[in-house]
């Protein structure tokens, strides 16, 4: 069985940074995508970075490039998410998710398994 807990989420002031986890049970396959989401209220469910375990392959969101850097333990039992110069429109639910995909590590259809969330707050 799956699961994905994700913990970390709070309130932070714009400029300030924030790191999520993801801890990962029943699943390790190496090859595919593992991505945090985010989910602002009244929109879609969007990517902000994806890994892909095998060859360390990451993804971002062009709105979060070079300030969210996603990376994983070396026992891969841990997802990570590190989130610098926050802005308010980093606010939402974020979550986890594992899948079998070997590309579009930021589709949310690429995904089988999501963590429940955590949420992230970031204040002007």
């Known amino acids: 069985q799956v699961q994905l807990v994700e913990s970390g989420g709070g309130s932070a002031q714009a400029g300030g940074s924030l790191s999520l986890s993801c801890a990962i049970r029943g699943f390790s396959h190496r090859r595919y995508c593992l991505g945090w989401f985010r989910q602002a209220p009244g929109e879609e469910r969007e990517g902000v970075a994806g890994l892909v375990p095998g060859d360390g392959t990451t993804y971002y969101a062009p709105s979060v490039k070079g300030r969210f850097t996603i990376s994983q333990d070396k026992d891969q039992n841990t997802l990570f998410l590190q989130m610098n110069s926050l802005k308010a429109e980093d606010t939402g639910m974020y979550s986890c998710?594992?899948?079998?995909?070997?590309?579009?590590?930021?589709?949310?259809?690429?995904?089988?398994?999501w963590g429940q969330g955590t949420q992230v707050t970031v204040s002007s």
């Open positions: 998710a594992a899948g079998y995909s070997l590309e579009e590590c930021l589709s949310r259809f690429a995904y089988a398994y």
